[in-house]
């Protein structure tokens, strides 16, 4: 079965700019997650859907950052406006609904 | 509030070696723990999910131990080879089914 695939790979923003990025889970799989990856430290969750609802989104700067997945399948994850410390890679992860999370590649942001 | 901790931050062993990483957490009340692996410019891949009822998982030359009292776990790798280079994260899993990650053990193994 195919993988979650994420897009961009990388992405190179001035800070104050504004970034998009994509996440296609498993087929099937009702679960995402979209985790903030800062170099040097563990994964932290930014947000979790189970299909097109937010389960927890606790730790999602909302004044900046903004997540959706409309039909319950691919996802968004926008940072408007991007600061310094917004430099991570930013993964995602879908599971059928709950146990073993399946992750994709991850988009390496930079900002300067 | 949970915290996981992982020591030593980072490892290098000659090829063929023995080796175990460790993780410990704070808190005993988890649903499981899981140990992944993380190579550059690639996502997470799991390794091994040890229930919070079992005591140790196996996968062809890794062995995942688990003791809830004391709150630790650890990875055991035989014989090891360079390709087991990478980065080993564990996990666990709360009672909220959020899972709290270490922040990772960089393992390099030296042909």
């Known amino acids: 079965e195919a993988g979650v695939a994420q897009s961009p790979r990388y992405k190179i923003i001035e800070k104050r700019q504004s970034v998009a990025f994509w996440c296609n889970p498993i087929s099937g799989h009702a679960t995402l997650y979209w985790y903030q990856q800062i170099l040097g430290q563990g994964p932290k969750l930014l947000i979790q859907f189970q299909n097109n609802g937010v389960v927890d989104d606790s730790q999602l700067p909302k004044d900046r950052f903004s997540a959706e997945r409309l039909k319950g399948v691919d996802s968004t994850l926008k940072i408007q406006p991007a600061k310094l410390e917004d430099s991570a890679v930013y993964l995602c992860a879908s599971t059928r609904s709950g146990g073993v999370p399946y992750f994709g590649p991850g988009t390496r942001l930079t900002v300067l | 509030k949970q915290e996981v901790t992982q020591i030593p931050a980072a490892l290098s062993v000659p090829e063929g070696e023995n080796l175990v990483l460790n993780c410990s957490f704070t808190?005993?009340?988890?649903?499981?723990l899981q140990w992944f692996r993380q190579d550059p410019g690639k996502g997470l891949t799991s390794l091994l999910l040890?229930?919070?009822s079992q005591r140790e998982q196996t996968s062809g030359r890794l062995n995942a131990s688990l003791d809830k009292s004391s709150g630790r776990s650890t990875l055991y790798i035989a014989a090891s080879q360079p390709g087991d280079s990478a980065t080993y994260l564990c996990?666990?899993?709360?009672?909220?089914?959020?899972?709290?990650w270490g922040a990772g053990t960089k393992l390099i193994i030296k042909p």
């Open positions: 040890i229930q919070s």
């Open positions: 996990a666990v899993e709360d009672s909220n089914y959020q899972l709290i």
């Open positions: 808190d005993s009340a988890i649903y499981n």
